[in-house]
């Protein structure tokens, strides 16, 4: 009889979680949204995905000529401010690595909600730097 009544338990306490909303435990399936912004200028067409969440996550750029013809091979600095609210260590530098086909990825820590720019800085062969921002806006809870 106590097997029985243990499973009963346990069944109502799955049952109980899967019946809540994502915020709540660990069981629960929770959905990361993702948001692109895109830019175009100089001869460049930009496309940054972001993560919207809290935390560290990882940014995407995706570098393309005007004609749509991935640009692969090249150097890019970038870094991620909050305009709004100065704090200490920000603007922080980022370190974009090359993944394929024109797309570049880095390591982001957002500390907490509100909005935040990225900036994305590339070189060309004559060794002009163009520059793009992209904001954020992550949600304060």
Known sequence: M???RKLTTVCMAL???ASLPPMYGAFAASKVVTARVDRQGDGY???MQSPIKIGLVQVSLLLKDEKGKPLVGREISGSIRMPTMPMEGYPAELAF???KDG???ALVQYPHGGYW????TVADEQGRKHTQTFGFDLPMD
């Open 15 to 17: 049952t109980l979680l």
């Open 97 to 99: 690595n090359e993944d």
């Open 2 to 4: 106590p097997f029985i």
């Open 117 to 120: 720019e990225i900036t994305a």
């Open 103 to 105: 797309r570049y990825l």
């Open 45 to 47: 067409v930009w496309s």
